[in-house]
């Protein structure tokens, strides 16, 4: 299946968790220890903005993550020009920027960060997230690809033993390094 449709599904998935984060959560931990909401927020609208850049070829800068105090109309508008940006010819092509890696693997780390960031985000703000089948089975192959690669990179700590009883999705989280039933 293409990327950019990939991406879209997983954008529609993760809009409505965005959609209902209010204020109050903003404060609140997430699964992801360094960030609390507002952080993981400006941290995934940051990786959406910079993925445009590498669809493109141009390099992006992730040295720093800024503020989007806007991030409730950035968010939905950002994700769809993630989306055109990898619907573009040529775009899942290639290399892709200073990222040095071919253009599929990239655009797939987007829809990984939308996909996992959407649910860390739904855990701490008591919210429930599915994501999309396809979206799913690309994520979950692309963990397995990159898996030794993103704990050297600190992008996934080592991964975790799931429950005996655990779902795919919570596989999943667990080979990233997740508590696949994190609370707050």
Not at 26 to 55: G, R
Not at 161 to 176: G, I
Request: aromatic share 8%; glycine share 6%.
């Amino acid at each position: 299946m293409k990327l950019s449709v990939l991406l879209d599904r997983a954008r529609d998935h993760a809009l409505p968790v965005i959609v209902n984060i209010t204020d109050d959560d903003l404060t609140k931990p997430t699964p992801c220890a360094d960030y609390d909401v507002s952080a993981l927020l400006d941290h995934l609208l940051h990786v959406v903005v910079e993925f445009q850049k590498l669809a493109v070829k141009q390099d992006a800068d992730f040295s720093h993550t800024p503020n989007y105090p806007q991030w409730r109309t950035q968010f939905p508008s950002e994700t769809a020009k993630l989306v055109d940006a990898w619907g573009q010819p040529g775009a899942d092509e290639g290399i892709a920027g200073n990222m040095g890696m071919p253009a599929q693997t990239v655009g797939g780390l987007a829809l990984l960060d939308l996909t996992i960031h959407a649910w860390d985000l739904a855990q701490a703000t008591g919210q429930r997230f599915e994501p999309d089948t396809e979206v799913f089975d690309e994520v979950s192959n692309l963990v397995t690809q990159m898996g030794p690669t993103a704990i050297e990179w600190n992008v996934f700590k080592a991964p975790v033993e799931p429950p005996a009883d655990a779902s795919p999705m919570e596989q999943l989280l667990a080979r990233t390094g997740r508590d696949p039933r994190w609370s707050a």
